[in-house]
């Protein structure tokens, strides 16, 4: 699988998330050749690890299917997983770039079947959700998994574990020998969609992440509300498996503080709003959801979501960045600590679950990585001509919602198309 | 000038730019609230930093210079360290409660005001604190009886301290300087008058846009 042909008019595109799959699939639907490389064992990044998506809130899984039609039928895309660039050399219009390609341990014979996943014991913090739960070491990253092929997790190799699940296959599909691999390929053009990661609640020290429970964060939050989630779609305090039903929401929990994100994070206003639905959603005028907020920053045609979302009456709004969140420790409750600005009046809150609502932040440092491409003080790529043949999209470039990371992964991948069009001579 | 431009008129706000310390960052503030939220002292002031930025910018100049809320902080420095904007909150406050002395508008007999002002005075008159004399203003600073009372409380801790010699009664006289007081008063001056200029200038500024 790793007679990769590539060209100096072959477009490489890092990162199979949403960006990363429009870019792709709008430059190789342009008649050029594509490399998509995906460093996780499926494509789909974090729109496949939500619940719902704004402004329609429809679930993601439509959108995934759409895409991977497009893929599917498409011959000019090659999709490389468990891939990863090293290096990157050379100028706009040839570039060599060395990939590592990491081991699946499993070959295309794999039907998903399950077999495999039946027969191995061994379990580790399942990534998709986020940790709140464990899945197997042989395993289906989640159920729209693109490729529609089991994993074997790299640390139970060389254990009985492993052989127990090469002997389960039936269709010869496991192959405990796979190595890592690397391999050198030229490209014209490269377009970086490493997205974001949310940003890491716990060096936030007031607000306890790492010490109450029953403080979660909002990418969490999301995988419980979903039916195919660690709770089946229950919202379940971490502390006691109870229904939360008095639910807080913490603003600018990283962003807008020189203290942790400088940036405002954008999408995070909105996508709160959002999930004070899935709790009307789960219980009707019997749910509460608490917004603590700076100001709202629902962005453009996402007022209307806020207009609503204001009228209804289980939803309030308090205009307070928390100063602290301490624990009542025989309710395992976790109460809210400051001052309400509208009135400037001192509050102690308990809530049942208290969600925070985390920044985004790149999620590849390319300062710590041979690659030259200028970056912005936060750490997303800049827009500079000095990159060359090189650009971002999505979510690599800057804190963007879905509609806006594929708008720009759409125009990153005409800013590639015009690269390579000048190579081939076909562009001046 | 029509009255309704003269209601928002951000005179005080500039004022306190001109001449409170770290004033310029009073109009950095967006209200977040974290700052109040964290004050250990929090639920004793009128009101909290928040609110004290608010009212600079709202005009109201009285109220801000003669409340006694500024004059809480203990300088903890937890609203500095959670400040999302990275405000010098307790410097403004600071600074805020030092023009208000100096404008003679600070409320009389605040603990904290009383203080600061011994310890000025004491620190002046030899360029070094001495602390047997400031601690001992302290306890008589409401009158002889508490003063006494206070003495009498503390003696354990007093005569511990002249046993491991901690402290030398001989100061209580008049004690000892830093080498060069003449140089310390002469920094101070210079540094009064820096200030003043700065003052006076920002004045004229404002006088000249209104």
New interface residues.
Partial sequence: MTNVVATNQTILVVGGGISGMTAALEAAECGKDVILIEKNPSLGGRVAQLYKYFPKMCFPTCGMEINLRRIKSNRRLRILTLTEVTSVTGDTGNYSVTLKLSPRYVNENCTACGACANAVTAEFDNEYNYGLNKRKSAYLPFAMAYPQRYVIDSRIIGTEEASKAKAACPVNAIDLDMQVQELKITVGAIIWATGWKPYDANKIQPYGYDRIPNVITSVEFERMADPLGPTGGKLLRPSDQKEAKNIAFIQCAGSRDRNYLKHCSRMCCTATLKQTTYIREKYGDEGKANIYYIDIRAIDRFEDLYQKVKQDPTVTFIKSKVASITQDKSTGNPILNGVNTEGYQRYSTPYDLVVLAVGMEPSVDFTQLPINITLNESGFIEFDPKNGGQFAAGCASDALDVNRAVQHATASSLRAIQVINKVAGAEA | MSQAVEKYRNTFLREVEANVEEGQWVKMC?????C???CPL??HWE??P??IFMMIRANKREEVLTSSSMWFCTSCYNCI??C???LPITHIMHGLAHYAQRQGLAPKELPTAKFAKRFWDNLLKKGRVNELQLGLQLYFMNGLAEGIKTSLKMQKVGLGMLKTKRMDPMEALGGHGCKDIKGLKAALNKAKQIEETKAAKALERLQSKS
């Fill in positions: 967006m209200q977040c609230g974290v109040s939220g964290s929090g639920p009101h909290p928040q609110e360290a959670r999302p904007r990275e």
